[in-house]
């Protein structure tokens, strides 16, 4: 595997269901990130994650929680989701979180919320 | 706040017809501008990074240039294949405390399609 990867590709849930999002970077980088893009909007960042230490962002629901065990993977475990979270989730990962690096994205989890 | 205009919004051209995406930033600092293409249902793929005024950066048919306003993605004779949708995102030195935490500010892209 190179680059960044995620895992599953496609997930349909319910708003009562427990579920997680997996990613892993093979590039060896430092920081990780989780993105939400929702149809006709920009990309919006939710989570950082820099040495394993997570950066918070206050915008983010608690039905979202991010868990990052080292600095390969990272996890978005999701619960109690709203139909509105239905998204593509992206996963990205840079040499350094503030430096100007570039960010590398994985291919992204379907999210659909029933 | 870090803002990030996109224009067009979509753009269709024949095949040869070289054009350019406009990128408008509003800042605190740029630490560096960047492009990416975004294919439907994949995640964004990595082009260009730009970090001061004036730098240009070119690979195949596509050319990245970088003003204290606005950056520019022109495309020379674009084939088909190159019809995705191009985003352009900041990332910034952040408020007057100089903190950072890595966020990019993304546009809203620029959907380019390319007829044969």
């Known amino acids: 595997e190179t680059g960044v990867t995620q895992t599953p590709r496609h997930l349909v849930m319910g708003m009562t269901n427990k579920k997680s999002l997996k990613c892993e970077q093979h590039l060896g980088h430092n920081a990780m990130y989780w993105y939400k893009q929702s149809a006709k909007k920009p990309l919006e960042l939710m989570f950082v994650?820099?040495?394993?230490?997570?950066?918070e962002n206050n915008s983010v629901p608690s039905r979202f929680s991010p868990e990052c065990p080292n600095s390969s993977h990272l996890f978005l475990h999701l619960h109690t989701l709203q139909p509105e979270d239905s998204a593509l989730y992206l996963c990205a990962s840079s040499q350094d979180r503030a430096s100007g690096d570039t960010q590398y994205f994985g291919p992204g989890t379907r999210l659909t919320v029933l | 706040e870090d803002q990030v205009t996109q224009s067009p919004e979509a753009l269709r051209l024949q095949e040869g017809e070289s054009s350019s995406l406009n990128c408008s930033y509003t800042?605190?600092?740029?630490?560096?501008l960047f492009w990416y293409r975004q294919d439907p249902g994949k995640g964004p793929e990595f082009l260009f990074t730009l970090y001061s005024a004036g730098e240009e950066k070119e690979k195949e048919r596509l050319k990245a240039t970088l003003t204290k306003k606005e950056s520019f993605l022109h495309i020379t004779a674009p084939k088909p294949e190159d019809s995705a949708t191009y985003l352009c995102a900041v990332q910034s030195y952040g408020d007057a405390g100089g903190t950072s935490y890595g966020k990019l500010t993304f546009g809203q892209g620029t959907i380019l399609t390319v007829h044969p």
């Open positions: 800042v605190s600092g740029l630490r560096g």
């Open positions: 994650y820099s040495l394993e230490e997570r950066v």
